[in-house]
């Protein structure tokens, strides 16, 4: 094989074979996919024996079990997996599957609060400003940030970043890190005044309906704003 007959990995269509309905049942149960995952072993989890019980017809266990919400869905498995499998998604389907009101943690309560309010903590709006300008302003007081700003709903700016709850809850630090950077590389952004919440909750418990709903908040930001550039640290 030559250097021009090599075929780039990273540009191979993967989806098609992948989408297919019956690709879990192409599982060789190598287990691979359990050897390259971090949550493997927890409470007895294990993507190869989760792909097998949905072969198996399994799925109403899974479904009542907490392994679909012990996998961080980093998608290490599906990238060793040597059948193309879609693990993690696999993992959103059944976890799609369960009474919302039976999904774990605060998730089901954060995702309602983000559909209800904008963000999944409840913040008020002046709240969020306020944490927003005093983060800014805890910048500026720093050698070389005299007057830094933070804008929000910057019309017209080169670029959007969204806001996740933690960001403006218990981790201020991490904007700070962002906002200096941007600072440095001399950027025009902005971060959105409303429905600011940047993690999709929807996205985590497979509810799509909501997932739409979050994602095309950011769309209308970014249309509103006249915005072409997204940067979506979540
Ligand atoms: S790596 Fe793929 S083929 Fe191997 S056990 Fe896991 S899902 Fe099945
Ligand atoms: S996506 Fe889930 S099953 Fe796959 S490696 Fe990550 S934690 Fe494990």
């Given amino acids: 094989m030559t250097t021009t007959d090599m075929v780039d990995i990273q540009t191979l269509d993967r989806q098609p074979f992948r989408r297919l309905p019956f690709a879990t049942e192409t599982c060789l149960t190598c ?3 359990s050897s390259s995952c971090p949550a493997s072993g927890l409470d007895g989890f294990d993507p190869r ?3 097998r019980m949905i072969v198996l017809g399994q799925k109403a266990q899974l479904v009542a079990s907490r392994w679909p919400w012990i996998c961080t869905m980093c998608a290490k498995c599906e990238n060793e ?25 605060i ?38 940030y005299e007057g830094f700003r933070a804008p929000i709903d910057k019309k017209g700016a080169n ?19 962002w906002w200096k950077i941007f600072h ?12 600011w ?19 095309g908040r950011i769309l209308e930001h ?6 072409s550039t997204l940067l979506w640290p979540e």
């Fill in 31 to 33: 287990g691979i996919c």
């Fill in 81 to 105: 997996c040597p059948m193309e499998i879609n693990i993690t998604e696999s993992v959103r389907n059944i976890r799609s599957l369960r009474p919302r009101e039976e999904v774990p943690g």
């Fill in 159 to 177: 670029l959007l970043t969204t806001i996740h709850n933690k960001l403006v809850n218990t981790h201020t630090d991490d904007l700070k890190h």
């Fill in 107 to 144: 998730l089901h309560k954060g995702l309602q609060a983000a559909l209800e309010t904008g963000n999944n903590l409840r913040l008020p709006q002046e709240d969020y400003e306020f944490i927003i300008e005093d983060v800014a302003e805890e910048i500026a007081e720093e050698p070389g």
């Fill in 222 to 227: 970014m249309q509103r704003l006249e915005i």
């Fill in 49 to 51: 024996k989760f792909i």
């Fill in 197 to 215: 919440e940047g993690t999709s909750w929807g996205f985590f418990t497979g509810d799509d309906d909501a997932m739409k709903v979050m994602a």
């Fill in 184 to 195: 440095a590389a001399g950027e025009d952004w902005t971060v959105p005044a409303g429905n």
